[in-house]
């Protein structure tokens, strides 16, 4: 089974503080996605990965930043935390293709700025 | 830009009853569609994947159709239970890197 995991559950930081949301995969996908829920808005593409060192914006890229140094690990940085980015943050990777594989999520990491 | 739109928003039926949960999508230009199933809290579990030259994927008592010309699937529900109660989510992906556009979900309730 494809297992995508988050460091975090839950996380409570201060504004102005930067955080590292991690995500690691462990069936070797090309793709790695980092997304935001929030009620009514449903889930919004922040960044995505198709390669190590490689990145584009999706749809909501402002505030954030990326790092993929493995393959295995996609990192979500947030500079200086702001209360707007209190959100459930959501991690997922695919193979890589025509947009024909599955993603497959990891739990998710409740964060809350203070 | 594809817009995936998912109502109603929730539904509440009783347990046993066989149900249809609906989605559409403005750009038939997709790769796939992706229903998801999302439990309060949790992250998304991927329930069924219908690749664009197919009409129907099934699971159990999951069944999901994709109409890719009206832009429409739909998840079929056979046979409710309690344990179905969750949001359910449809995605397309209509671009290279499977990136997927999300409706918001419809949120559903099985009473006992």
């Known amino acids: 089974d494809v297992k995508v995991t988050q460091s975090s559950r839950y996380l409570v930081k201060r504004t102005g503080e930067k955080v590292f949301l991690e995500c690691v995969q462990d069936?070797?996908?090309?793709?790695m996605f980092w997304y935001r829920q929030d009620p009514g808005l449903g889930l919004r593409l922040i960044y995505f990965?198709?390669?190590?060192?490689?990145?584009e914006k999706g749809d909501i890229p402002e505030g954030y930043s990326v790092s993929r140094e493995k393959k295995e690990r996609f990192s979500l940085i947030l500079e200086s935390a702001s209360t707007n980015q209190t959100s459930m943050y959501l991690c997922a990777s695919s193979p890589q293709g025509q947009g024909a594989y599955e993603q497959y999520f990891g739990p998710g990491t409740r964060l809350t700025v203070t | 830009k594809q817009e995936v739109t998912q109502i109603p928003a929730a539904l509440s039926v009783p347990e046993g009853e066989n149900l249809v949960l609906n989605c559409s999508f403005t750009?038939?230009?997709?790769?796939?569609l992706q229903w998801f199933r999302q439990d309060p809290g949790k992250g998304l579990t991927s329930l069924l994947l219908i690749q664009s030259s197919q009409r129907e994927q099934t699971s159990g008592r999951l069944n999901a159709s994709l109409d890719k010309s009206s832009g429409r699937s739909t998840l079929y529900i056979a046979a409710s239970q309690p344990g179905d109660s969750a949001t359910y989510l449809c995605?397309?992906?209509?671009?290279?890197?499977?990136?997927?556009?999300f409706g918001k979900g419809i949120t559903l309730s099985v009473r006992p």
């Open positions: 995605a397309v992906s209509t671009g290279a890197n499977s990136k997927l556009t």
């Open positions: 750009d038939s230009a997709i790769y796939n």
């Open positions: 990965s198709y390669d190590v060192k490689m990145k």
């Open positions: 069936m070797d996908h090309e793709n």
